[in-house]
C-alpha cells in the first residue's frame, strides 16, 4: 500500500460545502453556489456537501439541524445541482471524514488554529463559550477537502484562510509521507457580497442579508428601509460617491447588473446625481430578481418533497464514502496505522 500514487490519475475534483446553520442568502449564492454549478460538466468530478459536523461548532438543538440539513439539499438542488452530474451528500454520512480529520489534526500546528480571524472573531464575542471544535474547525475542513483529493474549492472570499490551512496540510503531509495530495486551488475571484449594512452579508448576528426565498417585494422593501447608501449624499441633488461612499448598494450592482457598461452608467448617474438612491436601489432589486426567480419557481416545487431529498442524500453519500475511504486507509497506511 506504501507505494507513490498517481496523482494524475485522479480526475479533477471540485468540492464544497456549507454549514446547515439555516436556509442559503444571496451571498451563499454569488460566493458560493452559482460557482458550483457552473462546475457541473462532463470531465469534472463535482462534490457538494452540506457541513452538518460543522454546523455542531455553534447550533445547538437537533431538530433545527435535520431540518436545516434537508431545507438545504433543497436550495442546493433549486439552485441547479443535479444528482446525476454531482454527489450530493452530508458530511456526517461519511464518518471517514472524522478519522481523517484526527489523522491530519497531528501534523496541525495549534498557533496556526488560533490565528484564524474567524476563530480569533468568536473568542473575542464569547470567550467562555469556545468549543474545542471550533478550534479544530479548520482542520475538518481540510479532511472535507483532501479526502476526496480535491483540485479546487469554490467558496467566498472569507473562507481563504481555511483554504490555505488545508494546502498547508496538504504540503506538509506530502513532505512527510510521500506525495498523496495535489494542493487545492481557491477561485480566482472570491466574492465578499455586502449586506443590507455594508457588512459582509451573514446569517449570524446582524440582520443584514437577502434570503434567497424573500418575495421580491419584500426584498425591496428591506434594500429601501435598510440599505446603506453613500452617509454623505443627504439630498438627491448632492453627488454621490458610489466607488468609495455607497457600502451596500453600488458594490453589489457592480457585482451582479448585467454587463460593465450598465453598473458604470449607474455609478456616473449617482456621481452627477442624476440618479437618487431609491432608483438606484429599484434597480439593484431587478437585477436581483433576474438572478434569484428561477430559483425561487423551482425551490417551491420542492417544498413538500422530503423523501426524495433523503434519497439523493443517501445516494450521495455512498458515493462520497467510497471515494473518501480510499484516500484515508491511504493516509491511515502512510502514518503507519493498522486496522487488526
Ligand atoms: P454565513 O457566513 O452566512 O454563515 P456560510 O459560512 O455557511 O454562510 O457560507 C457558505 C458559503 O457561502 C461559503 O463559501 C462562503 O464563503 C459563502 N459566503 C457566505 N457569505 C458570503 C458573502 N457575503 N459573500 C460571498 N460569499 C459568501
Ligand atoms: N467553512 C465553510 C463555510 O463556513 C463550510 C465548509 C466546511 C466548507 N467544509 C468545507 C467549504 C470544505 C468548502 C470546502 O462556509
Redesign the pocket.
Known sequence: MSDEIDTDAVPSTVL?G??A?GRL?F??F???VRHFVEYQKPGIRSMYFIADLHTLTTLRDPEELRSNVLEITKDYLAAGLDPDQSVIYAQSSVPEIMELSLLLSMLQPVGQLQAIPTFKDKVRKQPNDVNLGLLSYPVLMAADILGPRATLV??????RPNVELARNLAERFNNRFGKLFTLPEMLLEM?????LDGE?????EADN?INLDAPIEDIRKRYLRLGITDPERIRASDPGDPFNRCRAVYPLHEMITLGEHDSREIATACQNATIGCVECKNRLVESIAVLIEPFQERRRELASQDALVREVLHEGGKKARQIITETTAIVRDKMGIVIY
Open positions: 464544497s456549507i454549514r446553520t442568502h451571498g451563499n454569488m460566493g458560493a469554490p467558496v467566498g472570499e472569507d473562507q466574492v465578499k457580497v455586502p449586506g459582509k452579508m451573514g446569517k449570524s442579508a
